[in-house]
């Protein structure tokens, strides 16, 4: 049974965040056959607007579900209501019609050109300023409702390291606003957004997360998880920030920058690893048979899959001089795709588990469905890996090895002679059965069976 009301507003944020998802799955669903049949709506959704609506609703889904996580977990961990319930919505209300201003921005470009209200062209950052600008007002509520919340209540190392890393978010999309003229300088502070978001901050809210969903599900002494907790937040900032000098090698920048980042985002396996050392040692040490086997099996797969797609397929091309080779290539798509699925879409959806059975009032339920869609999800996002990395290093060896390579299009030709479709046909198929999961998912954490609903008095999920 939910402790405290004002966690109910978590439930709006996990609506809003998972149909942002299965437009984000759909959308991508699309590019891929776009790769396979290049004039798809070409006239109508060209591919550089699809790929801006792939990635952006990407981003806001996952920031919205982190919101959402915190309204839950803030409460819980403060002992005390959030400090205004109505901010929330306002937010919630703010983050909704940006989204939708953003989208039709895209896909109309009415106000092309136009400084407030068109698109900026910058990758991931394409937002209208107004946008950001409404963006900066939903955080400013956000962190003043969840800091007020935690400052007038109890204070735990999980809740400090979640708002650490919800303030870090917060303050690096600012450098989003600062756009110079320099072309190597923009580029510098663009990574500041995009890298010491996913590679830096993030990771201290995906460590504050699986720490509490571990003292939820697993049973664990909260002493134990304050431990392992403020070591994973240490390794992810140290490794991270340093570490953004691994997307500084081609951009103009010095070349110590070669040796600063080679070194330091070599070193960013580490936390990745450490957590799965860490979840698996709770579950391993927990003395409690939790009902939530789904939530777990979530949670686990979030810590291994981030392991592998951030930590081992980030380390494979992060070296300088094998980045001279593959950056911009399929097997920097590879990467990115396992690593964002394991790090953060994972760690959503597990919260989003543990959490819908308290949202609704029951105990948990359709797990044997849940738990199928994860093994759809991550069997189909790691065969779209695998089919990725292999076009990356055909595409490698053809275009940039070759003593006399291939130009781009030679190599990405079109249907009838491209070398690479094989592998376009396995990642679309891989595509599909992501997309599959994401339904059935979707289906057992928003329609429980009828014979599952218990009265408001009956046995809640254990804590």
């Given at each position: 049974m939910?402790?405290?009301?004002s966690?109910?507003?978590?439930?709006?944020?996990?609506a809003?965040?998972m149909?942002l998802?299965?437009?984000?799955?759909?959308?991508g669903?699309?590019?891929?056959?776009?790769?396979?049949?290049p004039?798809?709506?070409?006239?109508?959704?060209p591919?550089n607007?699809?790929?801006?609506?792939?990635?952006?609703?990407?981003?806001?889904w996952?920031?919205?579900?982190?919101?959402?996580i915190a309204?839950f977990?803030?409460?819980d961990?403060a002992?005390?209501?959030?400090?205004?319930?109505?901010?929330?919505?306002?937010?919630?209300?703010?983050?909704?019609v940006g989204t939708?201003?953003?989208?039709?921005?895209y896909?109309?470009?009415?106000?092309?050109?136009?400084?407030l209200?068109?698109?900026?062209?910058r990758?991931?950052l394409?937002?209208?300023?107004?946008v950001k600008?409404g963006?900066?007002?939903a955080?400013l509520i956000?962190?003043?409702?969840?800091?007020?919340?935690?400052?007038?209540?109890?204070k735990?190392?999980?809740?400090n390291?979640?708002?650490?890393?919800?303030?870090?978010l917060?303050?690096?999309?600012?450098?989003?606003?600062y756009?110079?003229s320099?072309l190597?300088?923009d580029?510098?502070f663009?990574w500041?957004?995009?890298?010491?978001?996913?590679?830096?901050?993030?990771e201290?809210?995906?460590?504050?997360?699986?720490?509490?969903?571990m003292?939820?599900l697993?049973?664990?002494?909260r002493?134990?998880?304050?431990?392992?907790?403020?070591?994973?937040?240490?390794?992810?900032?140290?490794?991270?920030?340093l570490?953004?000098g691994?997307?500084y090698?081609?951009?103009?920048?010095?070349?110590?920058w070669?040796?600063?980042g080679?070194?330091?985002?070599?070193?960013?396996?580490?936390?990745?690893?450490?957590?799965?050392?860490f979840?698996?040692?709770?579950?391993?040490?927990g003395?409690?048979?939790?009902p939530?086997?789904?939530?777990?099996?979530?949670?686990?797969?979030?810590?291994?899959?981030?392991?592998?797609?951030?930590?081992?397929?980030?380390?494979?091309h992060?070296?300088?001089?094998?980045?001279?080779y593959?950056?911009?290539?399929?097997?920097?798509?590879?990467?990115?795709h396992?690593a964002?699925?394991g790090?953060?879409?994972?760690?959503?959806l597990?919260f989003?588990?543990y959490?819908m059975?308290?949202?609704r009032?029951?105990?948990?339920?359709?797990q044997?469905?849940n738990?199928?869609?994860f093994?759809?999800?991550a069997?189909?996002?790691?065969?779209?890996?695998?089919?990725?990395?292999?076009?990356?290093?055909?595409?490698?060896?053809?275009?940039?090895?070759l003593?006399?390579?291939?130009?781009?299009?030679?190599?990405?030709?079109d249907?009838?002679?491209?070398q690479l479709?094989?592998f376009y046909?396995l990642?679309?198929?891989?595509?599909v059965?992501?997309?599959?999961?994401?339904?059935?998912y979707?289906?057992?954490?928003?329609v429980?069976?009828?014979?599952?609903?218990?009265?408001?008095?009956?046995?809640?999920?254990?804590?």
């Open positions: 939910l402790k405290y009301q966690q109910k507003i978590a439930m709006a944020y996990f809003v965040a149909a998802f299965v437009i984000q799955v759909t959308v669903l699309l590019i891929g056959y776009v790769y396979l049949a004039n798809t709506l070409a006239e109508v959704l591919f607007i699809l790929r801006m609506l792939h990635t952006n609703a990407l981003i806001v996952l920031v919205t579900g982190f919101f959402g309204y977990m803030i409460p961990e002992e005390r209501e959030i400090e205004s319930p109505m901010l929330a919505w306002l937010q919630l209300v703010i983050l909704v939708l201003g953003a989208v039709l921005t896909v109309f470009d009415f106000a092309h050109g136009n400084w209200f068109g698109k900026q062209g990758e991931f394409e937002q209208p300023l107004w600008l963006i900066v007002v955080a956000f962190l003043y409702n969840v800091t007020m919340t935690v400052l007038k209540g109890r735990t190392a999980i809740a390291v979640l708002l650490l890393g919800l303030w870090g917060a303050v690096f999309f600012l450098f989003s606003l756009n110079p320099n190597a300088l580029k510098m663009w500041w957004v995009v890298h010491l978001w996913v590679e830096g901050v993030w201290l809210i995906m460590a504050a997360v699986l720490a509490y969903l003292l939820k697993t049973g664990v002494d002493e134990m998880v304050e431990k392992w907790i403020y070591g994973l937040a240490a390794l992810s900032l140290f490794t991270g920030i570490g953004t691994h997307h090698y081609w951009i103009g920048t010095p070349a110590y070669q040796w600063i080679s070194i330091f985002s070599a070193m960013e396996v580490i936390p990745f690893f450490a957590m799965v050392l979840v698996f040692t709770m579950v391993w040490k003395q409690r048979e939790h939530n086997k789904a939530a777990i099996l979530w949670a686990l797969g979030c810590a291994v899959l981030a392991f592998f797609g951030a930590g081992i397929w980030g380390f494979l992060t070296l300088a001089p094998i980045n001279y593959t950056h911009g290539t399929q097997v920097t798509m590879s990467h990115g396992l964002f699925f790090a953060y879409v994972s760690l959503n597990a989003i588990t959490a059975p308290y949202l009032g029951r105990e948990p339920y359709n044997v469905l738990m199928l869609s093994w759809l999800m069997g189909g996002i790691t065969f779209m890996t695998f089919a990725l990395t292999f076009a990356g290093a055909v595409q490698v060896h053809l275009q940039r090895v003593k006399e390579p291939m130009s781009f299009m030679e190599v990405q030709g249907v009838t002679d491209s479709h094989l046909i990642r679309e198929l891989a595509g059965i992501l997309v599959i999961g994401v339904a059935l979707l289906y057992s954490i928003f429980p069976r009828e014979k599952e609903v218990i009265a408001p008095a009956a046995k809640q999920p254990a804590e």
